[in-house]
C-alpha cells in the first residue's frame, strides 16, 4: 500500500470512528482550507524544506477529507480526483506526452517557458470553450 493509500484509509476511518471528523463537510472545511494554504505560501516564504513538507501535507489532508466526504455521498473518490489532474497534466502538457500533436519531432528542442504557458492557455481556453474538457 503506497503512503498516499494509507493517508485515505485513515480519514476514511477517522470519518467513521472520530464525531468531529465525521461532522464535517465541504462547507465547514473551507476556513482549513484556507489556512492550510496560507501556512504552505508562508513555508515557501521562509525557504524552509522541512516546514514546507509538513505544511504540504496539512494541505494534502484537506483534499483527502474532501475527497472522503465526496466519496460517502457517492460524488467522486481521492483516484478520481488524481486520475483528473493526471489527464489534465497530460492535456495540457502536449509538448510533452504528444509532440506530434502541435508537429513537432520528438527529437525537436525544447520549447520555452513562454511557449510552454501559451500551450497550456490555449489547451485550457479550448477545454473551457467546450472543446475538450471530459
Partial sequence: MSEVEDLVAV????????????????????????????????????????????????????VVFH????????????????????AKLRRRNPHVFDPASLGREPDAPPLSATEVNEIWQAVKRQERSGGGRP
Fill in 11 to 62: 480519514m476514511r476511518r477517522l470519518r467513521a470512528e472520530c464525531a468531529w471528523k465525521a461532522e464535517q463537510t465541504h462547507e465547514s472545511l473551507v476556513p482549513y482550507l484556507h489556512e492550510e494554504a496560507g501556512e504552505v505560501a508562508e513555508a515557501i516564504a521562509e525557504g524552509d524544506s522541512a516546514h514546507l513538507c509538513e505544511e504540504l501535507g496539512d494541505l494534502l489532508l484537506q
Fill in 67 to 86: 475527497a472522503a466526504i465526496a466519496e460517502e455521498r457517492g460524488e467522486f473518490t481521492m483516484d478520481d480526483v488524481a486520475a483528473g489532474i493526471t
